[in-house]
């Protein structure tokens, strides 16, 4: 996947602009959640805004397995999504691809996830060992074509694919989730623009607070003023 770096990390940070581009991210989750992370090559000291491309090719998976899965996904949602911004709630998924950014999608975006699939690649290799364990006279390609078969058969039949909704719940499974914007901002977690994000979470979520204690207080005096009727 290429990206188009814009603004780098000796950009000044604009907090403002920030709020402004993220909102729609922003709305999808409650401040206490966690943020998309990224593994990446080239991350930044600070942070930096891309531009998205369409991946041209699989990072670590073959070509095969990614070229039909991504016909079955563009099939049953509308977009290739394996050609994505590849993100996981979790560190560690992220961490298999190099160091951690983390990643704000910037205006609005749609996103993909499936919550028993931890890792599309992985789930691949364990089914070759395990056809092989079975049939060790078997070629490469035809353990191949019989994994992918197996993997687009689960995939076509699966219940528990979150398309556009509940972002929070995909940041809380851990698996990958894939990203179509045109934008994203990517931070280094002890860089100063990450720093003063926190604060912002900070803020909202004092927010949040402020606004269900408010409306506690209110369904109180309701029920109150109802029992004394």
């Not at 929070?168 to 894939?178: A, D, H, N, P, Y």
Request: with cysteine; glycine share 6%; net charge negative.
């Amino acid at each position: 996947m290429k990206f188009k770096q814009f603004i780098n990390e000796s950009s000044r940070f604009d907090l403002d602009q920030f709020r402004e581009d993220t909102q729609f991210f922003f709305d999808q989750i409650t401040p206490g959640t966690g943020f998309l992370k990224h593994g990446t090559r080239m991350l930044p000291t600070n942070f930096a805004i891309n531009t998205f491309r369409e991946r041209e090719g699989p990072r670590d998976s073959p070509n095969s397995l990614h070229n039909e899965v991504n016909a079955l996904l563009k099939k049953k949602f509308g977009f290739p999504y394996r050609n994505g911004l590849f993100t996981s709630g979790k560190w560690t998924q992220a961490a298999n691809y190099g160091p951690v950014g983390v990643v704000f999608p910037i205006g609005k975006f749609e996103w993909l996830c499936n919550s028993e699939i931890d890792d599309l690649t992985g789930n691949f290799e364990m089914r070759m060992d395990h056809i092989k364990h079975v049939d060790k006279e078997l070629y490469y390609d035809t353990r191949s074509e019989m994994a992918i078969e197996q993997i687009l058969q689960e995939l076509n039949s699966s219940t528990t694919w979150y398309h556009n909704r509940d972002l929070e719940s995909c940041i809380g499974f851990g698996t990958e989730i894939m990203i179509k914007c045109d934008k994203f901002y990517i931070m280094d977690q002890n860089g100063d623009a990450y720093r003063q994000v926190q604060e912002y979470r900070e803020e909202l979520s004092r927010e949040e607070t402020k606004r269900r204690w408010e409306e506690h207080n209110k369904a109180v005096e309701a029920k109150k003023q109802n029992a004394d009727k």
